[in-house]
């Protein structure tokens, strides 16, 4: 079988900041979470699967073809749905007559069929009321629905979606779960977000990306099994943390190496991820 | 030419083309400011039409020479339209969504372009409604007094028009593929409008009238002071020396000087389509519409010098 998504040895520099470097990375079908501190180079990364960028280095594989091919790249585009980070939209364009438009883009010639594709992914995202009002008159969120509608088109065989949760209340996120819980099996898809809930609830693996670098692809399991017994409670920051916060209650949540006898709570992918990018954040400081 | 050229492997299916051309077409044919521009000219035309400015006789550079001026207004809004419809995708927002689709910008680009002839068709059917009223009324009249003769205008006459308004909207699309800013954009497409339509007695003189985007099939020539009268009677009509000019201001409508110009027109609209679609990436094909534009101008030019002698005498007659 062919990987959905190969990358090795990516590299990208814009002027004097690298957002990527030595990027080695295979996805299988399913879908994974791209999770990282702004800057991480997750939009860079998304951009290049999404053959919206060419890297300075390394080689991609997306579907099985080269996207600096132009015949690889056509073939590409065919299958894969994507989601930009700011995704915009034509304000004065109804719902419909954008995501039609989008769905011409995507080569659907037939009009009625066209049509009804685009009334069912306006459907998938709970836009189906609103496809007829005008894009300048919908909510932020509704605006981010749109950009979603769209990249579900066609039925593609790779979704890219650069956060795709920004802007969604709680029930348009357990929508997007459903519609991502409805994807066939074989569908790739790839979304970055900032949030450790989003990848628990949605990802089954995960990619933790810091400084262009990757530090972490595994189940999302694992990632919460790092921080297995490095979690832990107390009145105060404690100094042997990677991270400490405050929580509600007035304590201090700590991830790093626990003192003997400490309260130790819990871990959740988001402690594994404190704790990898934390410390990489201490070296920097350190260095 | 699409799957010939290039495979269907590698770039979009000439159906893919032709179904965004049909977009494009339906949201330009609903563009207010398109229509504005369409309501303003049929006022035009309709007052050109019925106030005897091409039945009365009026002077060879002002009746009949203003033939197709009463589109002005639906050039500029053609030009506005075009302009915006091609800068309305934002580099950081959906011109990236729809990188990653099939459709590459130069097809984007292609379909826009082909929404040329929604204004095109706007100006046909003023110039059809304007032309009807004319031969209603007997024709048009040609020169003033002693020396004025009546035409019916030709087919051919219908055609400068909507080739001047497509050549607005097409320049409004290369303009976008440029500068990118609607604002700048809009003010040079307006700068270029005036010069093109307000002055557009600089279309009268050499070697200007060669270049006018639109101008009427009425040729002239300076006769002087005191020209003979085998000389007045070969032209369709004469100004005689007044408060304008001390010399015979001769017209006459020279079809075959006529067709060249529109081949010249037609010429610049590929041209500026060739220039919107090298804006928009690399494709193979944008060669050769931009030597097919050329071509046409220089073939156009060439055969309007051709034909007319005063076509290169500087600020003669034309
Ligand atoms: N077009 C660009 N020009 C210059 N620098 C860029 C460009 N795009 C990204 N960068 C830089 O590359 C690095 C990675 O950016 P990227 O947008 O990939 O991060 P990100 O992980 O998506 O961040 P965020 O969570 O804030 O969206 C950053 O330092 C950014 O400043
Ligand atoms: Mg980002």
């Known amino acids: 079988m062919t990987l959905p998504v190969a990358l090795a040895g990516v590299g990208k520099r814009f002027r004097g900041t690298t957002a990527l470097q030595d990027v080695t990375l295979e996805l299988r079908p399913g879908v994974t ?10 939009t860079t990364l998304l951009r290049i699967v999404a053959t919206a960028l060419s890297p300075d280095a390394g080689t991609v594989r997306v579907l099985g073809a080269d996207p600096a091919d132009p015949a690889g790249r056509l073939a590409i585009r065919r299958r894969l749905g994507y989601l930009p980070q700011e995704s915009g939209a034509y304000s004065g364009f109804t719902a419909f007559s954008f995501v039609d438009y989008v769905a011409v883009l995507k080569e659907m010639t037939d009009r009625s069929a066209r049509h009804a594709e685009v009334r069912r992914v306006l459907d998938a995202v709970g836009l189906g009321d ?9 909510s932020g969120g509704m605006r981010r629905r749109v950009g979603l509608a769209q990249a579900l088109l066609g039925h593609p065989d790779l979704l890219v979606l650069d956060e795709p949760t920004v802007g969604l209340d709680p029930e348009q996120r357990l929508r997007f779960r459903e519609v991502l819980a409805g994807l066939p099996d074989d569908a790739t898809v790839l979304l970055s977000t ?21 530090l972490f692809h595994g189940e999302t399991t694992a990632l919460a099994a790092l921080a297995d017994g490095r979690v832990w409670d107390a009145e105060a920051p404690d100094p042997r943390a990677a991270v400490s916060w405050r929580t509600p209650e007035g304590r201090f949540r700590n991830v790093g190496s626990p003192p003997p006898g400490a309260a130790l709570v819990p871990a959740g992918p988001e402690h594994g991820y404190l704790l990898l990018t934390g410390s990489t954040a201490a070296e920097q400081v350190a260095s | 030419m699409t799957a010939a050229v290039a495979g269907r492997d590698v770039v979009v299916g000439r159906d893919t083309v032709a179904a965004m051309a049909r977009a494009e077409v339906r949201y330009t044919a ?8 369409a309501a303003l000219s049929a006022v035009g035309t309709w007052y050109v039409s019925t106030d005897g ?57 292609l379909g826009l372009l082909a929404a040329a002839g929604v204004p095109a068709i706007l100006a046909l059917v003023l110039m ?37 308004v497509a050549c607005a909207f097409v320049a409004g699309v290369a303009m976008a593929r440029v500068v990118r800013s609607r604002a700048i954009g809009s003010v040079l497409g307006f700068v270029g409008w005036a ?46 020396p007044g408060a304008f000019a001390e010399t015979y201001l001769a017209g006459s409508r020279d079809l075959g000087f006529h067709g060249l110009h529109l081949t010249y027109v037609l ?17 193979r094909r944008t060669r050769a519409v931009l030597v097919a534009g050329l071509l046409l101008v220089v073939l156009g030019v060439a055969g309007q010098f051709l034909v007319h002698d005063g076509a290169g005498t500087w600020m003669g007659s034309l």
């Open chain 1, 33 to 42: 979470g791209l999770l990282g501190p702004n800057g991480a180079g997750k």
């Open chain 1, 130 to 138: 609103r496809a007829h009002q005008r894009i300048r008159a919908l």
């Open chain 1, 194 to 214: 900032h949030l450790t809930e989003d990848v628990a609830a949605l990802c089954p693996t995960v990619v933790v990306l810091d400084s262009g670098r990757v």
């Open chain 2, 30 to 37: 609903r563009n207010p400011v398109l229509w504005a521009g």
């Open chain 2, 53 to 109: 400015t091409f039945t009365e006789g009026r002077s060879v550079t002002d009746g009949y020479g203003t033939w197709e001026l009463a589109a002005a207004p639906l050039a500029l809004a053609a030009f506005l339209v075009g302009n915006w419809a091609a800068l309305r995708e934002r580099p950081a927002t959906t011109a990236e969504m729809f990188t990653s689709t099939p459709a590459r910008r130069w097809d984007r680009t």
């Open chain 2, 128 to 164: 059809a409604a304007q032309w009807t009223a004319v031969v209603a009324q007997g024709g048009v009249r040609i020169g003033q007094g002693r020396w004025s003769s009546t035409v019916t205008p030709t087919p051919l006459e219908l055609v400068g028009a909507p080739l001047a």
């Open chain 2, 195 to 240: 010069f093109l339509y307000v002055f557009f007695w600089i279309w009268f003189t050499a070697p200007f009238g060669v270049f006018a985007v639109s101008r009427s099939s009425v040729v002239t020539a300076d006769l002087g002071r005191d020209p003979s009268t085998a000389e007045l009677a070969r032209w369709d009509g004469v100004d005689p």
């Open chain 2, 267 to 283: 010429g610049l609209v590929v041209l500026l389509a060739g220039v919107a679609l090298a804006r928009s990436g690399p494709d």
